[in-house]
């Protein structure tokens, strides 16, 4: 009987292993994604820096279907990196569950 306590014991004790191990990956890819986050943000102000400063010149000589066009092809390309990235995740999390 004491044998078979232990082996209960060992048993939980692999479990609650395993369910750390998995959060701390968990935790990796998570601080992944806020890097990336981050340097995305970084991108975005960069960009409306640039854009802002030549506006700032060019008060009347605006192009606006020209900036218009840059403001939804930008959206899109966001789009396409988000799914990109919410695919990545879900590869990482297939991978480690087989």
Do not use: F
């Not at 700032?56 to 396409?80: F, N, P, S, W």
């Not at 919410?86 to 297939?94: M, V």
């Amino acid at each position: 009987q004491n044998e078979k306590e232990l082996q209960d014991v060992v048993k939980q004790q692999e479990e609650k292993m395993l369910q750390l191990i998995d959060k701390s990956g968990e935790v990796v890819r998570l601080k992944a994604e806020v890097s990336q986050l981050k340097r995305s943000l970084h991108h975005a102000e960069t960009e409306a820096k640039v854009l802002w400063e030549e506006m700032k010149g060019k008060e009347h000589q605006v192009d606006t279907a020209y900036v218009q066009e840059r403001v939804i092809l930008r959206r899109e390309v966001d789009k396409l990196r988000l799914l990109l990235v919410e695919k990545e995740d879900e590869n990482l999390r297939l991978t480690d569950k087989y």
